[in-house]
């Protein structure tokens, strides 16, 4: 559109300071404005989504009805700035900082050791903040609603919600004084904790907190309230390079507008239009903005319905119905109430502030939660246009977009009518998404059913999905034949058999999942019948109806079907051993030290790779990644994006001056690609968007090469293998399995993304002098970037210097990685001459960097019938995906932890790894112990079926009792893993929960109860000496100061804290003196990654070493002035010429494995841990709820109890991941699916275990506990229907997988699709 007269002026505050933006861009978000414009880079980037809430900032406005203000949070991603005019935005800077005054929720994250990457922090903080603008003292409920929209990977959350807890009312928890308060427990653990006084359960001490002072906080700004109250009524235009924003002052001029430009689509919470622009290349030349139209915000109650305008967000849309539902009798409120219920479930909190009810209901999304209620519910819609209102009903003509029941071009909706319910009329919804909360849908429903008064006689009925179809479908026709028919088990088998013919689903319908959708279905009208049923029994009971006596009865088994579970508020307690009362108190070694950038996190001072300033000339870099999974690149040509004005350069292989990577790994593709997301070429542009607009042009023609494969199955058929095969043997397996009972079985173990927050990031500078390059990189492992920039570039290693001050979050996803993305950088920067900035979107992220490795392992296993297991044969594959990276060393590491905890005679343990055309794969905390030792576990599950026995009796009989030799004959003592083992038994009061398990499963036909207790032996290190030496520098400057360098990188576990702890002890210093700044190339060379659990030790002994020869030069003087302090020795130091910088060193632990023999001593040490996990499952549904976990760990001396109970607590939250939740899903092509935090599910903080208990440091592993917990009700099912106890384990154990394990009447019904008659939207590829 021309720009007749230029933009309006767009007046918005950001933290109380005016902002005035003349030329405001439609198209610029509110997150790219603060941190592009202003600088303030505290709000972090992470998903652009909307889905993960690193980008958490409260919006205060003005409300024109209500005339009140409001604060809510948003997530800034989604925010354009053009909606802002007038509203007043508060970032994580604006209510506190180090500086000048910490806000108390800053404080409190950070003192309660809520943040250790710190990357989510600012979200967490911005989140707790709104909510304590609203409500002084919220409730645990309110609190855990604030944070579901925030997603952390490092924490596990537990620290988070205790740190927010400290602002909650108490009254919350209602099971005080029953043993199962979380108060109640602290003192019972205190008091029999081993009954031993050096136990300790304080992470933190409340009392030195700062209270909450409201009146500290930021007013709305008086300014804005005046243009509040005196609104322009004028129409505000905002012209941007290629879109314009058009928000009218009137109603009159919206729907002008509207007539003016029916294309244009009306911008409300932006939370459907803005993915679509981002993600599906949607775009809209001309955007309405109706935000200042208050006749689109007005609420009016009749007596026989609510009426609730378009733009009211879902958050005021909670309340309203909320209100409604305690001020009218129940049977007027059956709607409301299904509304309430999805949501309470639908987003996370800011989302729900953000996203309108118009937007929603117009959306029509096929999984959309709220329009198969409002549909049932007979809602009906106010439409207006410059011709004038009209209604329409929210019908299933509406729903599938019907051009004849729709929305005219130039009509725009006003508002929304609900109806109240009748006597005699109920209506339920129902919902199933891949965890409890914050996760779209796979199927919903809206249920209603009228009975003829006072019977059970169906008068209306309406039934309607989302999920199963391109928008949510109606089983009109079902429900007319259902008219007339009494409410009785015939009714619901024909409703089943009725619904399942017309709400089909093809096999090969989108999103996959297509039998466990088809069985929602019926399970949901199952649950329908069922909660109908017991409410009409009460209402004939009331009414003393006659003839009630012939209503099904429920059987009390049966009553487990009607409740969905609840979100409660995790509870637990922490406990680690005190340091000796002898310690000094200056020694910081083994205290809960607060991680040292804990409050810079809290206050979004933390600078990350991508915090730094633009440096002058930078440009972007942006990079062009293969469609197809295995061809011949025919030609690319990249003039047309050449020809855009910002765009610098289009670098390709040919700008390489050194080596291109490896002979099969290239770093930039040169005549083939091998899977999708093969990096080819790379943009270089003025802006991050242009870059991104530039690569749209690049036109590739590709010839498709032979074999394409995908799956262990298919690269096992093609001899496809990236490495020999590892195999390790004891014992005669032949001889042993000749005497003895056998099961053979596969399990399937899907791979996982690291989900780090802070997606991979480089910044290069070149210098200007002798080539030299500074390079500032997330990553575990700067100097294998600095060598492969090296090689690339064909520079001598000494001029590239790489610095890493902090990494958010790595889990094993940047230790090689990023040296791709830093050469490819650095190539660019130096064919440009300009610094160059590459920052992944998360989707691109997720597409190119692979992950944990799939696995698929094949196990025969002999066993007597007391349980005692002889012979053991494992066989694993792991999907590596196109490059060999690191599967070599993952399928070593893999074959010699298989064993676990278990001493079994004859053994064969057999990996390979797969070649297929899929991004590589890569290391991954566990690095394959997480995948193969879930198949051991699995097997011995399986062995316990066979003999009926207890899985954990199998556990018990098979493991390690004494001091011997693993399989690679490494001789070790399994003391402290059975020391662990019973003190977890004991803990968690095993043998009593698990008959309480068992008799609640005898109660119980539809929910189930699992407990499982798993033990981990877990070997930490490289398995060679070189890969454990670490270097230290350490200087201690004239006034006393020292600062520390060594070789780990701050990944977010407290590596620096710690190493300050040690440099604190040995130099007997306060930690106030020393500092820490960064992880340099330059100041320690040759560093070895900071993976496979042993950065803390390795790098502590080295920084030990450099105090040690430190305090060793100071000796004679301190022993001249033994009073003098510090400070008077170091003057006096200097003053004798004694060096006042030290290298420390650590030579390493000795490891080596000989593969040819089976045998070495590949690790330094082993830790031990076990954890016991109960959990519930829905058997209709699939779902399950975590009811507790203990978790014992042997942390030997914990340099600090704080980081290292952090570090087992986000762990196993991720482990749980890995075996219940983060399903990858690819394309029969090749493509990944899930790509974004919508569709990848890493776990909320909803997920969090009701009860969760920790001692000790644990891994990944033990989140397998939910897993066989979870394997131990489906085994309870399905051994009460007779099925069999054994079948093919798959991991994660989604609810998908949960609930077709769980065979019944409903999973018979559905149609089966025979695999050859249709292509399926997804492929297995484990
Ligand atoms: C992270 C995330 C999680 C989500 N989770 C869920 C979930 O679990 N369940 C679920 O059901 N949904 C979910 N959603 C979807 C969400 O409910 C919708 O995106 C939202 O309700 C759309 O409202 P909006 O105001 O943001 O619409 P916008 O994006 O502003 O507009 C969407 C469309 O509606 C039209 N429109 C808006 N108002 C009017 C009007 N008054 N008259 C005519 N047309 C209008 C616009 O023209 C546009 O085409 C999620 C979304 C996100 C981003
Ligand atoms: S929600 Fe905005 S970056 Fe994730
Ligand atoms: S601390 Fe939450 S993502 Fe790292």
New binding site residues.
């Given amino acids: 559109m021309p720009c007749p007269s230029g933009s309006d002026a767009l007046v918005f505050f950001v933290n109380g300071r005016k902002v005035t933006e003349r030329n405001a861009d439609p198209e610029v978000t509110l997150l790219t404005f603060l941190r592009k414009n202003l600088g303030l880079t505290g709000t972090k980037y992470a998903c652009g ?3 993960c809430g690193a980008c958490t900032v409260m919006v205060s406005k003005h409300d024109p009805v209500s005339k009140k203000i409001r604060h809510f949070s948003v997530t800034a991603c ?1 925010v354009p700035i053009c909606s802002l005019y007038g509203a007043a935005v508060t970032t994580v800077e604006g209510i506190g900082s180090i500086k000048t005054r910490l806000h108390p929720v800053q404080e409190r994250i950070a003192k309660s050791h809520g943040t250790q990457c710190g990357f989510c922090t600012p979200g967490m903080v911005m989140s707790m903040y709104a909510l304590l603008r609203n409500h002084l003292h919220p409730s645990e409920k309110q609190l855990m609603e604030a944070l579901r929209g925030n997603l952390c990977r490092c924490t596990g959350y537990r620290s988070i919600l205790e740190s927010g807890k400290t602002f909650c009312m108490m009254t919350d928890c209602h099971q005080k004084g029953t043993g199962k308060c979380c108060m109640d427990q602290r003192e019972n653990h205190s008091s029999s904790l081993d009954r031993k006084s050096d136990i300790c359960t304080e992470l933190f001490a409340k009392e030195e907190f700062q209270p909450l002072d409201p009146t500290q906080e930021l007013i709305f700004p008086p300014e804005l309230l005046r243009m509040a109250e005196n609104p322009e009524k004028g129409t505000l235009t905002f012209y941007g390079e290629r879109v314009t924003w058009i928000s009218p002052g009137t109603l009159q001029d919206l729907l002008e507008l509207k007539a003016k430009h029916p294309e244009a ?11 679509a622009m981002k993600s599906q290349g949607h775009f809209h030349p001309i955007l309405l903005s ?1 935000a200042r139209i208050s006749e ?1 915000s007005v609420v009016t109650k009749t007596s026989d319905g609510l009426t609730i305008g ?2 009211c967000s ?1 958050a005021q849309v909670k309340d309203i119905l909320a209100e409604s539902i305690s001020e009218l009798p129940e049977e007027k409120t059956q709607t409301y109430r299904a509304l309430l219920k999805h949501l309470r479930t ?2 996370g909190q800011q ?1 729900r502030n ?3 009810l ?3 209901i ?2 029509r ?1 096929c ?4 329009n198969p209620i409002l549909a049932v519910g007979n809602a009906t819609l106010n439409l207006l246009s410059e011709e004038g209102t009209r209604q329409i009903p929210l019908n299933e003509h509406f729903l599938a977009g019907l051009a004849s029941a729709d ?1 005219k071009p130039e009509e ?2 006003e508002s929304v009518y609900i109806p109240h319910s009748r006597k005699w009329e109920f209506v339920f919804a129902f919902r199933q998404a891949q965890c409890l909360q914050n996760a ?2 796979d199927v919903n429903a809206g249920m209603r059913v009228l009975f003829k008064e006072g019977t059970d006689t169906i008068e209306d009925l309406s039934i309607a999905y989302g999920g199963v179809g391109t928008a949510t479908v109606s089983a009109h026709k079902s429900c007319q034949q259902l008219l007339g028919r009494h409410w009785n088990e015939l009714m619901l088998d024909e409703a089943c058999r009725l619904v399942l013919d017309e709400v089909s689903l093809p096999g090969s319908a989108p999103g996959g999942k297509v039998e466990f959708k088809r069985t929602l279905v019926v399970s949901f009208l199952f649950k329908f019948y069922l909660k109908v049923l017991k409410e009409l029994k009460t209402l004939v009971r009331q009414f003393s109806v006659p003839g009630s006596s012939r209503y099904p009865e429920i059987s009390d088994g049966f009553l487990s079907a009607l409740e969905d579970f609840p979100v409660t508020i995790p509870q637990g307690v922490q406990t680690y051993q005190k340091v000796d009362s002898h310690q000094p108190l200056r020694d910081p070694v083994g205290r809960p030290i607060m991680h040292l950038s804990g409050l810079k996190h809290a206050t979004g001072e933390a600078i990350f790779c991508d915090d730094i300033p633009r440096v002058d000339k930078e440009l972007f870099m942006a990079l062009v990644t293969s469609t197809r999974a295995h061809a011949k690149i025919i030609s690319i040509d990249f003039s047309e994006a050449l020809e855009l004005p910002e765009v610098v350069d289009v670098i390709t292989a040919k700008d390489i001056p050194g080596t291109n990577g490896g002979e099969d790994d290239k770093l930039l593709a040169v005549d083939e690609v091998l899977c999708v997301g093969h990096v080819i070429c790379a943009v270089v542009a003025e802006t991050d968007i242009q870059a991104k607009q530039a690569i749209e042009k690049i036109k590739i023609t590709y010839e498709d090469l032979e074999p394409v494969i995908f799956t262990i199955e298919d690269a096992i058929k093609h001899n496809s293998f990236l490495c020999p095969e590892k195999k390790l043997e004891q014992g005669n397996i032949k001889e042993a399995f000749e005497k003895v009972d056998q099961i053979v079985e596969e399990v399937h173990v899907g791979g996982q993304e690291h989900f780090y927050m802070e997606t991979q990031r480089v910044l290069v500078i070149p210098k200007t002098e002798d080539k030299e390059l500074d390079i500032y990189v997330s990553t575990q492992d700067p100097a294998h970037v600095q060598k492969t920039v090296s090689s690339t570039l064909n520079i001598p290693i000494n001029r590239i210097t790489c610095h890493v001050k902090r990494v958010g979050g790595g889990f094993g996803g940047k230790v090689g990685r990023p040296s791709v993305f830093g050469a490819i950088a650095a190539v660019g920067a130096v064919k440009t001459g300009h610094p160059i900035r590459l920052v992944l979107d998360r989707e691109d992220d997720m597409l190119i960097t692979g992950g944990r490795h799939p696995l698929f392992g094949k196990y025969k296993v002999g066993f007597m019938n007391n349980g005692r297991i002889k012979a053991l044969d494992i066989e694993c594959y792991i999907n590596g995906g196109c490059t060999l990276d690191h599967s070599e060393l993952v399928t070593e590491f893999l074959i010699l932890k298989l064993e676990n905890a278990y001493k079994i005679r004859n053994l064969r343990f057999r990996g390979r790894a797969c070649m297929t055309n899929l991004p590589s794969n890569t290391a991954f905390r566990g690095f394959g112990f997480p995948q193969g030792t879930l198949v051991t576990e699995s097997c011995i599950t399986a062995v316990a079926a066979k003999c009926g026995l207890p899985p954990e009796k199998i556990r018990e009989k098979n493991m390690y009792k004494t001091v011997d030799k693993t399989i690679y004959k490494q001789a070790f003592s399994p003391e402290t893993l059975i020391r662990c083992w019973n003190e977890c038994l004991e803990r968690s009061s095993f043998h009593s929960r698990r008959m309480q398990v068992e008799e609640f499963n005898k109660k119980n036909y539809w929910k189930k109860k699992g407990i499982a207790i798993i033990p981990m032996k877990f070997s930490v290190g490289f398995a060679a000496t070189s890969f454990h030496q670490a270097a230290a520098l350490v200087h201690i400057y004239t006034d006393g100061s020292v600062l520390v360098t060594h070789g780990g990188n701050e990944l977010g576990q407290g590596i620096h804290t710690k190493m300050l702890q040690v440099a604190s002890r040995e130099l007997k210093v306060p930690m106030s003196y020393l500092h820490i700044c960064e992880t340099s190339t330059a100041t320690v060379p040759n560093t070895i990654a900071t993976a496979a659990s042993v950065g803390a030790d390795v790098n502590g002994r080295a920084v030990q070493n450099a105090c040690q020869i430190l305090l060793k030069r100071l000796e004679p003087i301190i022993k001249k002035n033994p009073e003098g302090t510090w400070e008077n020795w170091i003057e006096a130091a200097f003053e004798q010429r004694i060096s006042l910088s030290a290298t420390g060193y650590f030579r390493g632990y000795k490891a080596f494995m000989d593969w040819e023999k089976g045998e070495g001593d590949p690790f330094p040490y082993y830790v031990y841990g076990v954890a016991c996990s109960e959990v519930e499952i829905d058997c209709l549904t699939g779902a399950h709820k975590k009811t507790r976990t203990d978790i014992v760990m042997d942390a030997c001396c914990s340099l600090n109890p704080a980081i290292d109970i952090g570090q087992i607590e986000g762990a196993f939250i991720q482990g749980m991941g890995l075996y219940t939740t983060e399903e990858l899903q690819y394309s029969p092509e090749g493509v990944l699916y899930s790509r974004s935090s ?1 569709e990848y599910k890493i776990p909320t903080i909803t997920d969090v275990p009701e009860e969760f208990n920790g001692l000790g440091e644990s891994g990944m592993f033990l989140g397998s506990s939910v897993f066989f917990a979870i394997m131990d009700a489906v085994a309870a099912v399905r051994r009460e229907r007779d099925a069999a106890e054994d079948f093919t384990v798959k991991s994660p154990a989604t609810p998908e997988q949960v609930r077709m394990a769980c065979a019944d009447r409903f999973t018979e019904m559905i149609p089966r699709d025979d695999p050859k008659t249709f292509k399926p939207w997804s492929i297995p590829i484990a």
């Fill in positions: 989504r909307g889905s989604l689509p009306l911008v409300l919470g932006n939370t459907s239009l803005g993915p109706p689109l378009a733009a879902l639908l987003a989302i953000m996203a309108s118009g937007g929603h117009i959306s999304h999984y959309s939660d709220l929305l725009i909706l779209l849908p919508d």
